[in-house]
């Protein structure tokens, strides 16, 4: 069995009598992309924040990629994690080139793939501009580069299209996609499931600092026990009605 690329066991994090994090435990598979679901508050950030290595847990263990994310080699393993936080910022009168390479070195990973990650996420023709010319989509592509310098085998994106019109989307989650195919472990964090159910392949939903709901979206759907509302118009046969509740529970035609 491979070992899980995070494993969060009965993580608690408290501020003061604030419970952030309330026994949470769950696993993100190497290659998975999950979606980390939950409103504001629900605990989502500080479950980044503690997979990234920032804060540390009131109880319980924290595991990524094996390791520890607060022990004495966290450098090397914050090496293989990529971040792209909710609201990303550059250095305005720099280039994207000129960002890239700052963050590449910062980073200390080889700054020759830099011009293949502008290419990656669709940058290259304004790779010399300047990020106060970039529009809100093109800024978001160029914080995904930035998480991707080193080839990380863990991405993390705080709600990455938030802001964005909906072509900038698509393009944004044609580029996850592309890392899904890839194999790279990607935890994704949304308020909704709507718009990424389909580029994930489980979710976990949070709730005051609690895993209420784990799975894929079919297993979640079927755990809510929604309704599913199908308006058709035109005229359909008896046989082809008789067909969709056959295959369905109806409750009015």
């Not at 595991?63 to 250095?91: A, H, I, T, W």
């Not at 072509?167 to 709507?194: K, N, W």
Request: proline share 3%; glycine share 12%.
């Amino acid at each position: 069995m491979s070992t899980p690329a995070v494993r969060l066991q009965d993580v608690h994090k408290h501020y003061g009598s604030l419970r952030a994090l309330d026994g949470l435990s769950l696993e993100v598979g190497a290659g998975e992309v999950l979606g980390l679901l939950g409103h504001n508050g629900a605990g989502k950030s500080t479950t980044i924040k503690l997979i990234l290595g920032l804060i540390e847990a009131t109880g319980g263990e924290v595991q990524v990629l094996g390791r520890s994310p607060c022990g004495q080699d966290n450098q090397k393993l914050r090496m293989m994690l990529g971040y792209l936080p909710e609201s990303v910022r550059f250095y305005e009168q720099l280039s994207g080139r000129e960002v890239l390479d700052y963050f590449a070195r910062l980073k200390g990973v080889d700054r020759k793939q830099v011009g293949r990650l502008f290419e990656q996420v669709g940058l290259a023709h304004a790779a010399d501009r300047r990020v106060k010319t970039y529009s809100k989509g093109m800024r978001q592509r160029l914080g995904l580069a930035q998480a991707l310098l080193g080839q990380p085998k863990l991405l993390l994106l705080d709600e990455p299209t938030v802001g964005l019109d909906p072509l900038a989307t698509r393009e944004f989650y044609q580029r996850v996609d592309e890392l899904r195919r890839q194999g790279t472990t990607v935890i994704l964090c949304s308020h909704v499931l709507p718009g990424i159910e389909e580029h994930i392949d489980r979710a976990v939903i949070l709730a005051e600092g609690k895993l209420r709901a784990a799975g894929s979206v079919a297993e979640l759907r079927r755990q809510a026990e929604l309704p599913l509302t199908i308006e058709v118009h035109g005229h359909w046969s008896d046989g082809a009605w008789n067909d969709v509740a056959g295959q369905y529970t109806v409750n009015q035609i």
